[in-house]
């Protein structure tokens, strides 16, 4: 290995934190009791003293960077879906072959596990979902598939990124809306938007939503598996579990959604348009140790501005140019589970970002509700 390749190598390891779930779940597999707060305690607090420590990362890297300079940030979220499919199921099996665990200790370990492909898997799966080649966008729709929300990668392509900030957008979150009552509108509304999203594109092809290329069948079938070998593996408990998992991924991944966009909105324009999307409709954060974690995902205002950039040239703005968080999604993820203390967290912070970006608008209402017009091409 050359100097500038250790260079390179060195610079991607801290994005490789992601594997510390794999030792703690087997060490709170084969204990039980305590050591089962191993993983949430990593994914959540362990990061967010490491934010405090390690401060924020405002440099920016070249957006120019060949693809051959990245091997070793892209080989993790290559490698992820085995790693995540040995745990899973690995951890089935050992709940199925053993019986030192209670129930109620079973289902905190899956608990973990969701901790994991929730915090991990899916934002993998969002990584890969982006990318142009076969095989990443294979590897994304198995690590949905593998917490049962496939549908998601219909949904972020076509509807989120098209329509974020405007009524269209089912997972951009209002302000004043707590989390609980987002999520489950989120699980209600995403999964028929998704589907219509499809049947729409499939249409402009001139080809029924029954399609055999429509994804959804994909999804199907993946998904089908996924619970068939759970039933294999370890009985109806093992579905059981196997979905009580997929659950906690998904909340995950949906406290993600919910801080990334919250009462940020696009301007209504007229006549059925918004204008275009900018970085200060995202929320961002710099915090170094998160962003190791969820992969520069907190970069988020960048994403939506260029969302095929991979992660590690993803780049990062000051307050002049996107609203920034204060802390990074591991501890704001758990403020957010509380509705009265992110509102008094979070609603002046929004306020002052609609002072500083649309000090011309005095009637937010409209914008509150999600009662401005839907967009034209979503009509």
């Known amino acids: ?14 994005f490789w934190a992601s594997l510390g779930f794999v030792p703690l779940i087997a060490v709170a597999a084969m204990q039980g009791g305590w050591w089962l707060l191993l993983m949430p305690i990593y994914g959540w607090g362990v990061f967010t003293a490491m934010d405090f420590l390690t401060g924020l990362n405002l440099d920016n890297p070249d957006t120019e960077t060949p693809l051959k300079d ?21 951890t089935l099996w050992w709940v199925a072959a053993t019986d030192h665990l209670h129930w109620f200790e079973e289902l905190s370990l899956m608990f973990g596990v969701g901790v994991m492909s929730g915090v991990i898997g899916i934002v993998y799966s969002h990584e890969l979902m982006h990318q142009k080649t076969k095989l990443e966008r294979w590897l994304g729709d198995l690590l949905l598939a593998s917490v049962l929300y496939s549908h998601f990668r219909s949904e972020h392509l076509q509807v989120h990124h098209r329509y974020v900030g405007t009524p269209r957008d089912p997972v951009t979150a209002r302000m004043g809306e707590g989390f609980q009552a987002y999520f489950w509108r989120v699980l209600r509304d995403c999964p028929g938007s998704a589907l219509r999203a499809e049947a729409a594109m499939l ?3 001139g080809v029924s939503a029954w399609h055999g290329s ?52 696009r301007r209504y324009i007229g006549d059925g348009k918004y204008e275009p999307v900018r970085p200060h409709h995202s929320w961002n954060a710099a915090h170094k140790a998160s962003n190791w974690l ?20 993803l780049q990062t703005y000051d307050r002049e140019d996107a609203p920034q968080l204060p802390y990074g999604y591991p501890a704001l993820t758990t403020l957010a589970m509380v509705p009265p203390l992110w509102r008094r ?35």
């Open 214 to 265: 429509n994804p959804f069948w994909r999804y199907a079938a993946l998904q089908g598996g996924m619970l068939a070998l759970a039933f294999i593996i370890a009985g109806w408990w093992g579905v059981a579990l196997f979905a009580w998992q997929a659950l906690i991924a998904i909340w995950q991944l949906e406290l993600t959604n919910y801080i990334e966009h919250y009462g940020l909105t």
């Open 345 to 379: 967290f979070m609603d002046p912070k929004v306020r002052a970002w609609r002072r500083q970006f649309y000090p011309d608008i005095d009637d937010w209402s409209p914008y509150d509700r999600h009662a401005t017009p839907w967009p034209k091409s979503a009509a």
């Open 294 to 313: 969820m992969i520069n995902l907190q970069r988020h205002s960048d994403h939506h501005f260029k969302p095929d950039r991979r992660f590690p040239l």
């Open 70 to 90: 990245l091997f070793w940030y892209r080989a993790i979220t290559l490698v992820w879906f085995p790693v995540q499919f040995a745990v899973i199921f690995g």
């Open 1 to 14: 290995m050359t100097p500038d390749q250790f260079r390179r190598f060195s610079a991607a390891m801290p």
């Open 203 to 205: 249409k402009r092809k």
